[in-house]
């Protein structure tokens, strides 16, 4: 069974910094590409970054570029998301998701982490 579970959400301060954790367990980790996608309450889902299954290749989206990092550690089948520079919009449930072939919407995913982050 696969299964995906988001850690280190939090209340911050807009300027603060965050990391997320997903712990992966039930499939080989470290052959699948992951995402970390979020979503604001009352808005559709959000991709936020992209990172390659060997963790040599990133991309972000333009709203977080320069701001979050996402980084993986296939020993430990855990993917990373560490958020600096924290904005009010970037407000939302954070989840991490399996490229299963079926886009960010589409894979496997955990329950997901809140970050609010205040004014």
């Known amino acids: 069974e696969v299964q995906l579970v988001e850690s280190g959400g939090g209340l911050v301060q807009a300027g603060g910094s965050l990391r997320l954790s997903c712990v992966a367990s039930g499939f080989a980790f470290n052959t699948d590409r992951m995402f970390w996608i979020r979503q604001a309450p009352g808005k559709e889902f959000e991709w936020v970054s992209t990172i390659s299954s060997g963790g040599y290749s990133e991309v972000y989206a333009d709203s977080v570029r320069g701001r979050f990092t996402v980084s993986r550690d296939n020993a430990k089948n855990t993917l990373y998301l560490q958020m600096n520079s924290l904005k009010p919009d970037d407000t939302a449930v954070y989840y991490c998701?399996?490229?299963?072939?079926?886009?960010?919407?589409?894979?496997?995913r955990g329950q997901g982490t809140q970050v609010t982050v205040s004014s």
């Open positions: 998701v399996r490229d299963t072939g079926r886009g960010y919407t589409g894979g496997d």
